[in-house]
């Protein structure tokens, strides 16, 4: 599967961004899909990921209350909404999908979209 990631931007402190990540080929549904972030200067970090059915979900406690995943697989994308973002929030945000593996170590997942930036100003 090969993954597009878009809808980054720079945003205010407690604004919102709709993350978007489309996923090319007709296996998408079997895909457990995540998205991670690395800032500048640190490690890549795991922030959420959704079961192949859309209907489980699990986050990082920096982001839990704050940012929903959520997949439809008519469309083969997922998403990343984002709310109530600070400016530790800034960093590129990858979306990555997986058959098996780790759900929450980046080296649980094979595929991986290009990255989008997302800057939060104070």
């Known amino acids: 599967v090969q993954l597009q990631a878009s809808g980054g931007g720079l945003v205010q402190a407690g604004g919102s961004l709709r993350l978007s990540c489309a996923a090319s080929?007709?296996?998408?549904?079997?895909?457990?899909m995540a998205w991670f972030r690395q800032a500048p200067g640190k490690e890549r970090e795991f922030l959420a990921s959704?079961?192949?059915?859309?209907?489980?979900?699990y986050y990082a406690d920096s982001v839990k209350g704050r940012f929903t995943i959520s997949r439809d697989n008519a469309k083969n994308t997922v998403y990343l909404q984002m709310n109530s973002l600070k400016p530790e929030d800034t960093a590129v945000y990858y979306c990555?999908?997986?058959?098996?593996?780790?759900?929450?170590?980046?080296?649980?997942?094979?595929?991986w979209g290009q990255g989008t930036q997302v800057t939060v100003s104070s």
């Open positions: 959704v079961t192949q059915s859309g209907s489980g979900t």
């Open positions: 080929g007709r296996t998408f549904r079997s895909y457990t």
């Open positions: 990555a999908g997986q058959l098996l593996g780790s759900r929450t170590s980046t080296t649980g997942y094979g595929y």
